[in-house]
């Protein structure tokens, strides 16, 4: 993608592209830019859009459990307020045993998003400050956002059945005989049955 008002987002990627090694850069529209690095580069590359290049906000960050891969995507979001410009910073590394820099210093917040993705992933941040327990309590079961957790085994283990929720019917059901609507096949999966 070349156009002349994706000037500042080209400017951006000339100057990640001279000073880093990227696995991957790419406009992937006007206002986006994503880069793909390596697990060590994380902190080189948000230090200097940081303080070198106006990504000042750190808008977010998120895991994505690609088990087919055996590894985990973390990914960066950086704002640059003056320039409207969301730039993502992606780097993957092994779902066993795999472990990223701790980023807090650079932003304090990312303390949060960090500890959330150790308790909800299993993944370690090295340097990270803060009680292992964050949001769940007495856990001992895999991570729950990883995608091997089976939710509806654990659930089945874990919570006992309520006598007298026998008759209860599924909302879907109930839309349907009052609506005459027809379930989706969608929708269906999600049945009682």
């Not at 960066?76 to 472990?99: A, C, M, Q």
């Not at 939710?151 to 089945?156: I, Y």
């Amino acid at each position: 993608m070349s156009d002349s008002n994706l000037h500042n987002e080209e400017k951006l990627l000339n100057l990640l592209r001279k000073k880093f090694l990227l696995k991957e850069s790419s406009i992937k529209r006007a206002k986006r830019v994503e880069v793909k690095v390596e697990p060590k580069e994380i902190i080189p590359v948000l230090l200097y859009a940081k303080e070198n290049s106006g990504y000042i906000h750190f808008a977010h960050m998120s895991c994505v459990d690609w088990i087919e891969d055996g590894e985990f995507e973390v990914v960066y979001i950086l704002w640059h307020p003056e320039e409207k410009i969301n730039f993502f910073v992606k780097t993957r590394v092994p779902r066993d045993n795999g472990s990223l820099p701790n980023i807090d210093f650079i932003w304090r917040q990312a303390n949060t998003y960090e500890r959330e993705i150790r308790e909800m992933f299993g993944l370690e941040f090295e340097g990270l400050v803060g009680r292992k327990e964050f949001i769940l309590e007495d856990w001992e079961h895999l991570p729950p956002m990883r995608r091997d957790f089976d939710t509806a085994e654990f659930v089945k283990e874990t919570y006992f059945h309520r006598p007298g929720r026998e008759d209860a019917k599924d909302v879907r059901e109930h839309v349907q005989e009052r609506t005459d609507e027809e379930l989706p096949d969608f929708a269906k999966k999600y049945s009682r049955d």
